[in-house]
C-alpha cells in the first residue's frame, strides 16, 4: 500500500484525521478502511492501524459527555487537590503513586471500551475483539500495519 509519493500520502492522511477531529466522528473513514479491507487494498494489520488512528477522535468528546470518564476525572483531580497539586500536575504512570496508577487504568480502560464500541457498531467487531482480549496483540498488529502503510518512513 504504500505510495511513491510519502509526502502526498501524508498530507491526505493528515487532512483525514484533521476531518475525524473536527466532527469527533470516524464512522466514514472506518467504513472506508473496512472496504479496503474487504477489497483486499490492505491486510488486517494495515486496517487495524487505521482504524486504532481513526478512533482517537472520539475521546475529546467523551472527555466532556461520557459520565463513567467524567467521573474518573473528578476522581483524579481530587487525588492531585488532595495532595496540593493542580489539575495540570501530571506524572509518568510508571513514577506515579498507586492510588494515581489505578485511576489512570480505570480512566483508559473506559476510553477503550468507547473506542471499542464505535468499532463494533461500525461492523469491525473482530478488531474491538482482538483490543478487548489482548492489548499487546492489538498494539503489535498496529504496528505491523503502520509500516505496511509507511514502510521504513517514520512519520
Known amino acids: 500500500m504504500t505510495e511513491p509519493e510519502v509526502a502526498r500520502a501524508r498530507r491526505m492522511f493528515k487532512r483525514i484525521r484533521e476531518e475525524a477531529d473536527r466532527t469527533a466522528s470516524p464512522d466514514p473513514w472506518l467504513s472506508a478502511a473496512a472496504t479496503l479491507l474487504e477489497r483486499e487494498v490492505i491486510t488486517e494489520d494495515s486496517c487495524v492501524y487505521l482504524v486504532e488512528l481513526f478512533v482517537e477522535c472520539l475521546t475529546p468528546g467523551a472527555m466532556e459527555n461520557d459520565p463513567e470518564l467524567l467521573a474518573v476525572q473528578e476522581e483524579m ?36 471500551q468507547i473506542k471499542q ?35 521504513d518512513e517514520p512519520w
Open 77 to 112: 483531580d481530587a487525588y492531585l487537590r488532595s495532595r496540593g497539586l493542580s489539575e495540570d500536575h501530571d506524572w509518568f504512570v510508571d513514577e506515579s503513586p498507586p492510588e494515581w496508577r489505578a485511576l489512570n487504568t480505570r480512566w483508559e480502560r473506559r476510553d477503550d
Open 117 to 151: 464500541d464505535a468499532l463494533r457498531a461500525c461492523g469491525l467487531a473482530w478488531i474491538a475483539d482482538i483490543w478487548e482480549r489482548d492489548p499487546k496483540e492489538f498494539s503489535g498488529r498496529g504496528a505491523v500495519g503502520y509500516y505496511e502503510v509507511w514502510g
